[in-house]
């Protein structure tokens, strides 16, 4: 089964408006982390946002939210005031802590944003 | 800033080469890893590192090797390289005691 789940391959937002991304994951391990990647055209990976299984609190960073809906195991990317500087592809990642593979994330396929002037 | 480098931005090598992919991080940072990006499929995994000489299998390791002789300094091979490992080929890294992965700008592989 597929570990980080992004159904929306491309997605078109108008300047100003807000915009959110899908993601869904699948674990068994308590303790995880999750992750949103921000890769512009010139293909830089790009951290946005990071969120810890047990944080109660939704993560914030400017402009960026993320909507962790734990038993529903997903982790949306809200983005307020979409600037044409958003136009990039988006990946949601999850690292599981006690499975061994702390270090390593899984990524899903990715979901390309336009922001339509 | 925490730098990730990585020697080429585009490389074009033929069937059959063995080819180099070089990552350096200055940052201290014990683990390294080597991911491919696909349209429609994102980053896979195919190596990583958690310490000098060490090293453990990714998710797609079939045709590659890695090379950890430097704490700073992560390398890729592709003993035969082959069409379909054409590819952009992204390093990374980070601290054990931080969750956030810094990666490098991408090699762009063409394998004709």
């Known amino acids: 089964a597929q570990k980080i789940t992004q159904t929306q391959p491309g997605m078109f937002v108008q300047e100003k408006e807000a915009v959110t991304l899908d993601c869904t994951y699948d674990t068994s391990d308590p303790s995880y982390g999750l992750f949103w990647y921000k890769q512009p055209s010139s293909g830089e990976m790009i951290f946005l946002i990071y969120q810890g299984s047990y944080d109660q609190q939704n993560a914030t960073e400017g402009r960026y939210s993320l909507n962790f809906q734990k038993a529903r195991k997903s982790a949306n990317l809200v983005i307020s005031a979409s600037q044409l500087g958003d136009s990039a592809m988006y990946f949601c990642?999850?690292?599981?802590?006690?499975?061994?593979?702390?270090?390593?994330?899984?990524f899903g396929s990715g979901t390309q944003l336009t922001v339509l002037p | 800033d925490v730098k990730v480098t990585q020697s080429s931005r585009y490389l074009v090598k033929r069937t059959g080469e063995k080819v180099f992919l070089e990552c350096v991080q200055d940052m201290d940072h014990e683990n390294m890893f080597w991911y491919r990006q696909d349209p429609g499929l994102g980053l896979r995994l195919i190596y990583f590192s958690y310490d000098v000489k060490m090293k453990e299998k990714g998710d797609i390791p079939e045709g590659y090797s890695v090379s950890r002789e430097k704490k700073e300094r992560f390398s890729l091979i592709l003993e035969s390289a082959s069409t379909n490992q054409t590819s952009m080929y992204l390093c990374?890294?980070?601290?054990?005691?931080?969750?956030?992965?810094?990666f490098g700008p991408g090699t762009r592989l063409t394998v004709t």
């Open positions: 990642a999850m690292r599981e802590v006690s499975s061994g593979s702390a270090r390593q994330l899984t």
């Open positions: 990374a890294s980070h601290s054990a005691n931080s969750y956030e992965q810094y």
